[in-house]
């Protein structure tokens, strides 16, 4: 497979983010902070009235989508800068860019949009290819 | 003059130890109910998800979110936000491996900010290694604290 700067990635798509999920990612994260699973508290903080995702939880989508983009290669490096909040019931889609090629490396921009417009994280990442490109 | 130099100064914590002392085992349990969670299935070569970058570094560091947070004279509840989140993995993390965390802070940075008001920013760095001793990955995190009570 070959890939060109400028090339648009396949999107991830998530149809509605999951509170139920959100219980299971504070166990994997051992993290019960609230705001995460109690929209009562949510509310209290001021910070809307559902509950917040959890920041990894949305690198997750990024990383599914370029391991979808880029069959049986793996991501060797990411960063990710968190813009905004994911609420339960958005409606996510992950995407991003080929910013550079070269050797076995492939460099992407990345971001994840909620409800069609808003960012809610960018970055960049780099895929290590097995194949001569 | 630096704009925000009227501000207290932010705790001195560079350098803290953020080294684990339980090894962490992903098990094909979990990361499959983690990889369902976010829409797709399990890798059939026995890696893991590549989130437990994040999550097998907070899980086994040596402190707690809490007691990041406590280190930095910051109360938990007062909602520590994630800033950016760096990952560069050596090799992939795999199912069933044993892990362990080294790490430290490198600094906590107090700041004025147009949305938050005054905020510190808080970096470390954490090593994923294995049972070689071999790093595995290294992450960089960026917390911000916001300071509501200085702003």
Same mark, same amino acid.
Request: net charge negative.
């Given at each position: 497979?070959?890939? $060109? &700067?400028?090339? =648009?990635?396949?999107?991830?798509?998530?149809?509605?983010?999951?509170?139920? $999920?959100?219980?299971?990612?504070?166990?994997?994260?051992?993290?019960?902070?609230?705001?995460?699973?109690?929209?009562?508290?949510?509310?209290?903080?001021?910070?809307?009235?559902?509950?917040?995702?959890?920041?990894?939880?949305?690198?997750?989508?990024?990383?599914?989508?370029?391991?979808?983009?880029?069959?049986? =290669?793996?991501?060797?490096?990411?960063?990710?800068?968190?813009?905004?909040?994911?609420?339960?019931?958005?409606?996510? =889609?992950?995407?991003?860019?080929?910013?550079?090629? $070269?050797?076995?490396?492939?460099?992407?921009?990345?971001?994840?949009?909620?409800?069609?417009?808003?960012? &809610?994280?960018?970055?960049?990442?780099?895929?290590?290819?097995?194949?001569?490109? | 003059? @630096?704009?925000?130099?009227?501000?207290?100064?932010?705790?001195?914590?560079?350098?803290?130890?953020?080294?684990?002392?339980?090894?962490?085992?992903?098990?094909?349990?979990?990361?499959?109910?983690? +990889?369902?969670?976010?829409?797709?299935?399990?890798?059939?070569?026995?890696?893991?998800?590549?989130?437990?970058?994040?999550?097998?570094?907070?899980?086994?560091?040596?402190?707690?979110?809490?007691?990041?947070? @406590?280190? +930095?004279?910051?109360?938990?509840?007062?909602?520590?936000?994630?800033?950016?989140?760096?990952?560069?993995?050596?090799?992939?993390?795999?199912?069933?491996?044993?892990?362990?965390?080294?790490?430290?802070?490198?600094?906590?940075?107090?700041?004025?900010?147009?949305?938050?008001?005054?905020?510190?920013? #808080?970096?470390?760095? #954490?090593?994923?290694?294995?049972?070689?001793?071999?790093?595995?990955?290294?992450?960089? @995190?960026?917390?911000?604290?916001?300071?509501?009570?200085?702003?």
């Amino acid at each position: 497979m070959s890939y $060109a &700067v400028g090339q =648009e990635l396949p999107t991830f798509i998530i149809e509605s983010v999951s509170p139920e $999920a959100m219980k299971q990612w504070a166990v994997f994260l051992r993290d019960p902070n609230p705001i995460h699973l109690d929209v009562e508290v949510v509310k209290a903080k001021g910070l809307g009235s559902r509950v917040i995702n959890q920041g990894p939880a949305n690198v997750a989508y990024v990383m599914n989508m370029l391991l979808a983009a880029f069959p049986g =290669e793996r991501i060797e490096a990411m960063d990710s800068k968190f813009v905004d909040n994911v609420y339960g019931g958005d409606r996510l =889609e992950a995407g991003g860019t080929v910013s550079g090629v $070269a050797d076995d490396r492939v460099n992407c921009d990345v971001w994840l949009r909620a409800d069609g417009q808003r960012l &809610v994280i960018s970055g960049t990442a780099t895929i290590l290819t097995q194949r001569v490109l | 003059m @630096n704009e925000n130099s009227d501000l207290p100064p932010a705790p001195d914590v560079a350098g803290t130890s953020l080294d684990g002392t339980e090894v962490y085992v992903i098990s094909a349990e979990e990361n499959a109910a983690l +990889c369902a969670s976010t829409g797709v299935a399990p890798a059939a070569d026995g890696s893991a998800h590549p989130i437990y970058y994040y999550i097998a570094t907070q899980v086994a560091m040596g402190k707690t979110v809490a007691g990041v947070c @406590n280190v +930095c004279e910051f109360d938990v509840d007062d909602g520590p936000m994630m800033g950016s989140s760096g990952v560069v993995f050596q090799k992939p993390l795999m199912v069933g491996a044993p892990y362990r965390v080294k790490g430290k802070i490198l600094g906590l940075a107090r700041k004025r900010s147009r949305k938050l008001g005054v905020m510190d920013v #808080l970096t470390y760095r #954490l090593s994923l290694q294995d049972e070689a001793d071999a790093e595995v990955l290294q992450t960089e @995190n960026v917390w911000v604290l916001p300071r509501r009570e200085l702003a």
